[in-house]
């Protein structure tokens, strides 16, 4: 495969122009424990990750992940297309979510993606809030997200589940389309093309699998079968990969994610949820808690049946945990901050003793 139909472009051409001649660029497809494999000009490369760049890794973020652009070098006497990975090339995109645990630290899904399909089933698991949760993640990731509602052939409230989206949707495109009846792909397909890059993220049992066999024509990823209750997944997929399709563009499977923790600042908030910072600009008061202050713009619309009370509930959500996040960041911060003066410190020290 050419460069350009692995997603090379200008920007990441750019970021090499000073770089020894015996790297080569290479893009991560999968990530296993102890390796990565990537596609390259040359095939399927494995790639080894030094210590070097795990140690000057600041977050997580800033190691190598699924859609990621490295520079790459074969290792001298190791078996063909054993390559060591030398350095990861800046972003054009990225999708994250706070690691989940307790660990305070961004973890990127997919990097240099250009669509994310957010899928949800239109089955007993269908949820709106998870999917204004999706929404509110991909603001940031430079990403057009697009919402793909699968399972049709097994919904008879279509109406009244596209009348709960479109005020959360707001401008975002949304698809109705069975993977199993393959129906409606045509409208998936608009968004792939060669040198394009997507990615599916969704719960477990949603179908992004399915979707993405369908869309390839052949069976490449396995798939399981959802709870018979709520219509809730069994973690069928259990790593990240992304792979090539044969009319070209490259798509990325996610494992459904059973936390996804918002990863953002007050601007991601701003951006998924503009219908309520606008009305919130004509309250009365201008720290209107919406609760009940006179005059406050936000009650009048939830009266006036304009604006879904559950809509604000999310955006008071969402806003707590993105304060939280900030916190949780800032003490974080703190703590690396008194670890780097006592890690100084004993440097000194350690200098010192050697002069006496
Ligand atoms: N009725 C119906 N079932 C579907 C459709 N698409 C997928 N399914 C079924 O939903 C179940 C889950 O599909 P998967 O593709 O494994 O779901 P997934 O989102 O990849 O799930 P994880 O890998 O666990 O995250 C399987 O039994 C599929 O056959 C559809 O369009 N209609
Ligand atoms: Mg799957
Ligand atoms: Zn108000």
Redesign the pocket.
Same mark, same amino acid.
């Given at each position: 495969m050419k460069l350009e139909e692995l997603g090379w472009s200008h920007f990441f051409q750019q970021q090499i122009l000073s770089l020894e001649e015996d790297c080569v660029p290479a893009r991560i497809c999968r990530q296993d424990v102890n390796q990565y494999l990537l596609l390259s000009e040359n095939g399927v490369l494995t790639g080894k990750l030094p210590g070097r760049l795990r140690r000057e890794a600041f977050s997580k973020a800033d190691l190598p992940t699924v859609g990621d652009w490295v520079l790459v070098k074969q290792i001298v006497g190791g078996e063909q297309g054993t390559v060591q990975i030398e350095k990861l090339l800046e972003r054009r995109s990225r999708f994250s979510r706070q690691e989940a645990g307790d660990i305070v630290d961004e973890q990127v899904i997919a990097a240099n993606i250009d669509t994310v399909f957010i899928?949800s089933?239109l089955?007993e698991d269908f949820n709106i809030s998870r999917i204004e949760r999706y929404l509110l993640l991909s603001r940031d990731s430079g990403a057009l997200p697009v919402i793909l509602l699968?399972?049709?052939?097994?919904c008879d409230t279509l109406d009244q589940y596209l009348d709960a989206l479109r005020p959360i949707a707001r401008g975002t495109p949304f698809h109705v389309?069975?993977?199993?009846?393959q129906t409606g792909l045509e409208d998936v397909r608009q968004y792939i093309s060669s040198g394009t890059t997507c990615a599916?993220m969704?719960?477990?049992?949603?179908?992004?699998? $399915?979707?993405i066999?369908a869309l390839l024509g052949y069976d490449r990823?396995?798939?399981?079968?959802?709870r018979e209750a709520d219509g809730k997944?069994?973690?069928?997929? $259990?790593f990240r990969e992304m792979v090539e399709i044969p009319s070209g563009g490259l798509i990325i499977? $996610?494992?459904?994610m059973r936390e996804l923790q918002v990863w953002g600042d007050a601007s991601s908030l701003a951006q998924s949820f503009e219908d309520i910072e606008d009305l919130a600009l004509n309250c009365k008061f201008g720290d209107c808690k919406h609760d009940t202050e006179p005059g406050c713009a936000i009650a009048s619309a939830i009266t006036a049946g304009e604006l879904d009370s559950e809509r604000l509930e999310s955006y008071r959500k969402f806003d707590r945990e993105l304060l939280h996040l900030k916190s949780q960041q800032s003490a974080a911060a703190r703590a690396e901050k008194k670890e780097g003066r006592k890690r100084l410190a004993k440097h000194i020290k350690n200098r010192a003793d050697k002069r006496d």
């Open positions: 899928v089933g089955d699968n399972k049709s052939d097994v389309i069975s993977a199993k009846g599916l969704g719960s477990s049992g949603v179908g992004k699998s $399915t979707v066999n990823f396995e798939t399981g079968s959802v997944g069994r973690h069928t997929t $259990t499977d $996610t494992p459904g």
